[in-house]
């Protein structure tokens, strides 16, 4: 089993930034690609970036220039860079894993964290 613990969220004025961190345990071999996905209340959710063990990116195109996705793969760790936030990006904001190649889907990852919330307010 893999667990996948995030932090970092918070509120933030709009055209500021934060930075989210996931932190992986357990069964971490096994892991190829990380991502993030967020959930605004009543909504989808959509992949916002992910990364595969050797830094292959992929961005939606709502956050592409905005957002930055990165891992450390010796510390176990993801991180999304979020500069220039705008209030449509207020969700939660979740941590995804997979053994496999990249992936939109949600239902390809298999190991999941509990969230976190971003708020973009003025």
């Known amino acids: 089993q893999v667990q996948l613990v995030e932090s970092g969220g918070g509120l933030v004025q709009p055209g500021g930034s934060l930075r989210l961190s996931c932190a992986a345990s357990?069964?971490?071999?096994?892991?190829?690609?990380m991502a993030w996905y967020r959930q605004a209340a009543g909504q989808q959710r959509p992949l916002v970036a992910s990364?595969?063990?050797?830094?292959?990116?992929y961005y939606a195109d709502s956050v592409k220039g905005r957002f930055t996705i990165s891992r450390d793969n010796a510390k176990n760790m993801l991180y999304l860079q979020m500069n220039s936030l705008k209030p449509e990006d207020t969700a939660v904001y979740s941590c995804?894993?997979?053994?496999?190649?990249?992936?939109?889907?949600?239902?390809?990852?298999?190991?999941w964290g509990q969230g976190t919330q971003v708020t973009v307010s003025s």
């Open positions: 357990g069964n971490i071999l096994r892991i190829n690609t």
């Open positions: 990364i595969t063990s050797g830094g292959t990116t």
């Open positions: 995804a894993a997979r053994r496999g190649p990249n992936s939109f889907y949600s239902y390809d990852y298999n190991y």
